[in-house]
């Protein structure tokens, strides 16, 4: 059975899991606000060490790719690009909101949110029905008006470092919404494993993040860009 090692630092919580088979072995969590360039290999390192595994018996190794904090992203990214080259083994690059929906067992419709700022979130909605996890939009940035408006009339539960910042604002409007105990708000690692039970891997040249909107750089350079034009 094939063992994987994933990490999750597309937000300020940053984890590492190994699972085997799709059995969780193993994770470790943290939300201190550390940089995840100084925590998340250390962490793997550690929890390697504690189960008695080495980088080596590892099978394949998997990370989110975003949405998520563009540094976040990229050191996660990185990470797994260089284990997997050194290793020569295949990797996983999965959505962070997708990865965050497997984490939800119960029936319903699930909604991930990350707070993107420019007061949007990142977002995608998903329905559970007994095993099965059903993506219904892609992943998006969208305003919390239009988030509203997409979620209409039906009970919802929020998941992700916005889901406070969104059930206040959707309850105030009278919208049926909830979210889960603190254990099971925050990305993980764990389900970076889950939603990679039903990807393709990838090479270590098409591992990219996603960040689904440009950078304030990229975007101040494309408006000095326009007012040049102009």
């Not at 360039?37 to 390697?48: G, K, Q, V, Y």
Request: aromatic fraction near 6%; charged fraction near 20%.
């Amino acid at each position: 059975m094939m063992k994987i090692l994933a990490f999750e630092s597309s937000a300020k919580a940053a984890s590492v899991a190994v699972a085997e088979g799709g059995r969780l072995l193993g994770q470790s969590f943290q939300n201190c606000g550390l940089t995840h360039s100084r925590t998340l290999l250390p962490m793997a390192e550690d929890l390697l060490r504690n189960m008695d595994l080495s980088l080596a018996a590892m099978d394949a190794f998997a990370v989110s790719v975003g949405p998520g904090s563009f540094t976040g992203l990229r050191i996660g990214v990185a990470a797994v690009k260089g284990l997997a080259w050194g290793l020569e083994r295949p990797c996983y690059g999965v959505s962070t909101l997708e990865a965050m929906a497997h984490l939800i067992p119960e029936d319903g419709c699930i909604c991930p949110v990350m707070d993107a700022r420019r007061n949007q979130v990142y977002n995608a909605q998903f329905q559970r029905n007994g095993g099965q996890l059903t993506r219904l939009t892609p992943d998006r940035a969208i305003s919390l008006e239009d988030l509203a408006g997409a979620l209409s009339d039906r009970q919802v539960l929020l998941i992700g470092d916005g889901a406070e910042m969104c059930y206040n604002w959707l309850k105030a409007r009278g919208m049926h919404v909830k979210y889960p105990p603190e254990h099971l708000l925050h990305q993980s690692a764990w389900g970076v494993i889950r939603a990679a039970e039903n990807a393709e891997p990838v090479s270590v040249h098409d591992l990219t993040p996603n960040y689904i909107r440009l950078s304030q750089a990229e975007r101040e350079r494309i408006e000095a860009a326009r007012r040049e034009r102009s």
